[in-house]
Nanobody, 122 residues
Framework: QVQLVESGGGLVQAGGSLRLSCAASGRTFSIYAMGWFRQAPGKEREFVASISWSGGMRAYADSVKGRFTISRDNAKNTVYLQMNSLKPEDTAVYYC???????????????WGQGTQVTVSS
């Protein structure tokens, strides 16, 4: 059973940056796609970004295109989410998930981590 542990969240002012990390246990990290989703209070979990096993395919939600970058280091079993030009509406708990493809639907992923809180103040 894989374990995913997110880190890097925190409180940042609007316009600032954060880099989230998601470390995975196990030896099969490199064969899976990875995705980042987020959930704001009172809202459903929504897609943020995903990346294929090789890193060759990436997908982003329209709301974060040009501001967020997903990347992975298979040697470190870690996927990253670099978040720049943060806005108050980016405030949410961010989760990473493991999946079979770099999709955009929550159903494409499983084995979710516990999440990391990102709060952007105005």
């Amino acid at each position: 059973q894989v374990q995913l542990v997110e880190s890097g969240g925190g409180l940042v002012q609007a316009g600032g940056s954060l880099r989230l990390s998601c470390a995975a246990s196990g030896r099969t990290f490199s064969i899976y796609a990875m995705g980042w989703f987020r959930q704001a209070p009172g809202k459903e979990r929504e897609f943020v970004a995903s990346i294929s096993w090789s890193g060759g395919m990436r997908a982003y939600a329209d709301s974060v295109k040009g501001r967020f970058t997903i990347s992975r280091d298979n040697a470190k079993n870690t996927v990253y989410l670099q978040m720049n030009s943060l806005k108050p509406e980016d405030t949410a708990v961010y989760y990473c998930g493991r999946g079979g493809k770099a999709g955009t639907n929550e159903e494409d992923f499983g084995s979710w981590g516990q999440g990391t809180q990102v709060t952007v103040s105005s």
